[in-house]
Nanobody, 125 residues
Framework: QVHLVESGGGLAQAGGSLRLSCAAS?????????MGWFRQAPGKEREFVAA????????YSAESVKGRFTISRDNAKNTVYLQMNSLKPEDTAVYYC?????????????????WGQGTQVTVSS
């Protein structure tokens, strides 16, 4: 069983930055999981944002955030991060952290086994 808790969401101005954190329980198991970030805006489907391999050596980002968002992790702290720069109003959404027990850089929701409750990010013009 893996429990995930997101934090760091809030309000930001367009062009500004936010850093999201996702803390996981189970220090031993965390280092074996690939991790991902998804987001969901009102009235829209949940969409893939970024993923990182268990050791942190490989990452993949959605085209919509490439060059602006960076995913990273610190396995000693059981934490994965999403650094968001150059924010746009269209980035407004609830952001979810997810764990993939098979260590695969997946872009689809069905590949992830555990999910956090989400954290709200709102970007104003």
């Amino acid at each position: 069983q893996v429990h995930l808790v997101e934090s760091g969401g809030g309000l930001a101005q367009a062009g500004g930055s936010l850093r999201l954190s996702c803390a996981a329980s189970g220090r031993t198991s965390f280092s074996t999981y690939a991790m991902g970030w998804f987001r969901q805006a009102p009235g829209k489907e949940r969409e893939f944002v970024a993923a990182i391999s268990a050791g942190g050596g490989n990452t993949y980002s959605a085209e919509s955030v490439k060059g602006r968002f960076t995913i990273s992790r610190d396995n000693a702290k059981n934490t994965v991060y999403l650094q968001m720069n150059s924010l746009k109003p269209e980035d407004t959404a609830v952001y979810y952290c997810a764990a993939n027990g098979r260590n695969f850089l997946a872009t689809i929701r069905a590949s992830y086994d555990y999910w956090g409750q989400g954290t709200q990010v709102t970007v104003s013009s």
